[in-house]
Every structure is written in structure tokens, then in C-alpha cells.
């Protein structure tokens, strides 16, 4: 369930105690879930967003190899869509199988170094930009068809060369 309480955070933010679920029951039933199966594998999302056709999501894990982020899911409408979400999907510290969503409030804050000020990151490729450019790189990056980005279960990312 904490994927539909991560999704109702990001649609209904809250300023004191952001962390209770009680501030987020009365919107429970603002979203359709009905489609989908808990613990929800982000090979759902699809059916997700069918069913909320206002709602994109994004999501990314932490690649601890790597000391990075994987896209584990990037919607195909992120930017035709007025809500738009990012989630960070963790996996359990005991190394249990057990994954546990929450909404990344600020991508940016998660994603660059702290001390960069004026940053964006782009959805399609974490790349950071300054705010100049970044308009510029998200929409390069998400309508270009030169770039194939291949998703593996819940570790890895990686881009290729499509063919023209």
C-alpha cells in the first residue's frame, strides 16, 4: 500500500506532520487502484495511468554498485500529463525482498549535489542542467527518437543508440 500513500502525498501535500497516513485517508479514494496488484511492481505503472489518465510517473532506485540512480519506469506522457510524479522505490536494508515506495518531493534536492544552486535534472536521463538549459535538455531528451532507454527489473538503466 505504500505506493498508493506515496502517489496521495505527492497529490495532497500536506505542511505539518507529512509523514501520517490519517492526513491522506479522506483523499484515499482520489485515485484508482483497482486494477492493480500490492505490493505493486513497477511493471503496474502502465495500468496505473491508464486508469488515472491525469497522472504520469517516474520512478528511480538506487543503484548501490554504481553510487547512482536507475530509471526503473519513466511514463510515456510525463510531459503531456498535469500531474506528474517521481517516486523512489528502496529496497530493504536487511536484504529482504521487500521494496518500499516514497514521493521525491524535489528531484532536483535528490539527485544533485547540495551546495549546486539553479539546477534541474531531467527525467528521461538524470542529466543536471542549469535552469537556462534545461528546458531545452528535458524536451530533447524526451521526444528524441535517437535514444533508447532499456529497463531492466528494478537495477539498471542504460542507453543506446536506436537505429535510424
Known amino acids: 500500500?505504500?505506493?498508493?500513500?506515496?502517489?496521495?502525498?505527492?497529490?495532497?501535500?500536506?505542511?505539518?506532520?507529512?509523514?501520517?497516513?490519517?492526513?491522506?485517508?479522506?483523499?484515499?479514494?482520489?485515485?484508482?487502484?483497482s486494477s492493480l496488484h500490492f505490493p505493486v511492481d513497477p511493471k503496474q505503472f502502465s495500468d496505473f495511468e491508464r486508469d488515472n489518465?491525469?497522472?504520469?510517473?517516474?520512478?528511480?532506485?538506487?543503484?548501490?554498485?554504481?553510487k547512482s540512480f536507475s530509471i526503473l519506469y519513466l511514463s510515456a506522457h510525463m510531459h503531456l500529463r498535469s500531474k506528474r510524479i517521481s517516486l523512489?522505490?528502496?529496497?530493504?536494508?536487511?536484504?529482504?525482498?521487500?521494496?518500499?515506495?516514497?514521493?521525491?518531493?524535489?528531484l532536483t534536492r535528490l539527485v544533485t549535489n547540495r551546495n549546486e544552486h539553479s539546477r534541474h535534472v531531467c527525467w528521461s536521463c538524470l542529466h543536471v542542467a542549469t535552469r537556462a538549459g534545461a528546458a531545452r535538455a528535458q524536451l530533447s531528451s524526451s521526444r528524441s527518437s535517437a535514444v533508447r532507454l532499456s529497463i531492466t527489473r528494478y537495477h539498471h538503466a542504460e542507453f543506446q543508440q536506436a537505429p535510424l
Open 88 to 106: 523512489l522505490l528502496l529496497d530493504s536494508p536487511d536484504g529482504r525482498d521487500v521494496h518500499h515506495y516514497v514521493w521525491v518531493k524535489n
Open 53 to 66: 489518465p491525469d497522472i504520469a510517473l517516474h520512478c528511480l532506485a538506487i543503484d548501490e554498485e554504481k
Open 1 to 33: 500500500m505504500c505506493f498508493k500513500w506515496a502517489v496521495l502525498s505527492a497529490l495532497f501535500p500536506v505542511k505539518i506532520n507529512p509523514h501520517r497516513l490519517s492526513n491522506y485517508i479522506m483523499s484515499e479514494n482520489a485515485i484508482d487502484c
